[in-house]
């Protein structure tokens, strides 16, 4: 269906924190491509997550690259101790940051690959100056702050006009999707242009192993 490698992330938000290490092997050994770790500050979103020992004990638990999505005002205050801690790549919210330039080249210089996203209501023209920076742009599809939460259909559009930005300005950049991705709805996401899938309560839950879900979500971008 798409002719781009699709990657598939599990967000270790939705895991079972008392077997982190069991469900980390798990998800690397049914062929996740990576790890996506949800930090979130109580401030910029209305909960409070996971922070650095708990990025550090993932670090030690995986050999996937580890995707950081910060959710929290003023990530720049904090990028060195992310990266530090374990971090390959590092999101941070074009909502949340005075100082997007100053964040995103910091990112860099500690080695880790520099990505932005956006909320659902943010306009997409707030891309424009940074695009060339990054290595990674995340659109969210659903407002951030808690797992679980349902697909907003408006994500879809939005992901198509990222992906015309992206092949035009910096053809290398992933084009990163997160909130709601179900086996069911992941081929929307790819379709409209997602390269880059983070998925956490369809892949951490009580229903299916998690092989099985990274089994059927694997089936589900490539048929
Ligand atoms: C939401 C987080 C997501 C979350 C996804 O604020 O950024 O990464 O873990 O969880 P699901 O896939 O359950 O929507
Ligand atoms: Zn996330």
Redesign the pocket.
């Known amino acids: 269906m798409s002719h781009r490698p699709i990657r598939i992330g599990p967000?270790i938000?939705?895991a079972d924190f008392l077997h982190l290490g069991q469900q980390l092997a798990d998800a690397e050994a049914a062929g996740a491509d990576f790890i996506?770790v949800?930090v979130?500050d109580g401030q910029y979103?209305p909960n409070i997550s996971i922070g650095l020992p708990i990025l550090e004990a993932t670090r030690r638990g995986t050999s996937l690259p580890i995707d950081v999505?910060l959710?929290m005002v003023d990530p720049g205050r904090w990028v060195a101790e992310f990266a530090a801690a374990g971090a390959d790549v590092i999101t941070v919210h074009v909502e949340a940051d005075t100082h997007l330039y100053s964040t995103l080249r910091l990112i860099e210089e500690h080695g880790a690959a520099p990505s932005v996203t956006l909320n659902p209501a943010t306009p997409l023209v707030m891309l424009e100056e940074v695009l060339p920076m990054v290595r990674q742009v995340l659109v969210?599809s659903?407002?951030?702050?808690?797992?679980?939460?349902s697909?907003i259909p408006g994500a879809l559009d939005r992901i198509a006009r990222v992906r015309e930005m992206i092949d035009r300005r910096n053809p290398t950049c992933a084009l990163e999707v997160?909130?709601?991705?179900k086996a069911g709805n992941v081929h929307r996401a790819v379709e409209a242009g997602a390269d880059t899938i983070?998925?956490?309560?369809?892949?951490f839950n009580d229903e299916q192993s998690v092989a099985e879900a990274m089994d059927a979500m694997r089936r589900a971008v490539s048929r």
């Open positions: 967000s938000l939705a996506h949800d979130m979103v999505h959710m969210m659903v407002n951030p702050g808690f797992g679980g939460q697909f997160d909130g709601g991705i983070v998925a956490g309560s369809a892949i």
